[in-house]
């Protein structure tokens, strides 16, 4: 079930999604030449651009990024820093890495450790496909470097998405007041797997995409950028996880 959501996830995202109905369209045009396929190229075009514009990105990105405060001084046990992915090449330093979503993650993590200095910083994440060495295990090396104790840094190198991850540290925190650290655009499915275990949960989103404020519509509202389409997607892949928590048949299974 892992490997199909995560196929699917890549596969719905608005440009691979985007260019196959657009072949699907050039297909028909050339077998049949009908009026489908005109009208289906014309409406994959106008959504293609239409997600690449920063009104739209935004509208869909802000109602996640901002459900939830950042983090305020709340005194916790736990702060948990959820994986975001990596690479491994040993000529470049730990920060060129990680993903840049998990240099922030790692990044507040510590922020918020220096506020909380006797809290424990639980970092979890898979090694991915092709990788040796885990997503957690090499935020442990950023935090390292960033100048946390080694005691106060525990890994989880097996849980491999959100829902795992959050049932992993039912298991190991209960009921331990715990900082949950992720992109902002996430914290809305996170906080609702948390919600599940009946935990106590002190969010602390980063990494707003959203947070410059969209002025009155002008003409450069209408041209098209790579940076829009990427936060359009971004929110969308959360938009659809939402989804998929209510109507999926039954809960996963995590086993360690």
């Known amino acids: 079930m892992f490997y199909i959501k995560w196929v699917l996830g890549r596969f719905l995202r608005p440009l691979p999604a985007c260019l196959g109905l657009m072949f699907i369209a050039l297909l028909l045009l050339f077998l049949t030449d009908s009026y489908f396929s005109y009208r289906l190229l014309g409406l994959v075009f106008i959504l293609l651009y239409s997600l690449s514009l920063k009104p739209v990105a935004f509208q869909l990105l802000k109602p996640l990024e901002f459900a939830y405060p950042a983090y305020s001084n709340t005194p916790i046990r736990f702060i948990h820093v959820l994986g975001c992915g990596h690479l491994e090449d040993a000529t470049l330093p730990i920060t060129s890495q990680l993903s840049y979503p998990s240099c922030l993650r790692v990044v507040e993590a510590v922020r918020i450790w220096h506020l909380n200095p006797k809290s424990i ?36 190198e097996r849980p491999r998405d959100t829902e795992e991850e959050v049932k992993l540290m039912k298991e190991t925190i209960g009921d331990g007041a715990v900082a949950v650290v992720t992109t902002a655009s996430h914290m809305r499915r996170t906080m609702a797997f948390y919600r599940k275990m009946n935990m106590n949960i002190i969010p602390a989103p980063t990494m707003h995409l959203s947070r410059v404020a969209v002025r009155p519509l002008t003409l450069a509202c209408f041209y098209p950028q790579e940076s829009y389409l990427q936060m359009s997607a971004t929110a969308l892949h959360e938009w659809i996880g939402l989804l998929w928590m209510k109507i999926k048949p039954y809960p996963l299974k995590y086993k360690p």
Not at 131 to 156: D, K, N, V
């Open 121 to 156: 910083i639980l970092l979890s994440g898979y090694s991915g496909l092709g990788h040796t060495r885990s997503t957690a295990a090499m935020h442990q090396e950023l935090a390292l470097a960033l100048g946390i104790p080694c005691g106060s840094i525990q890994i989880f």
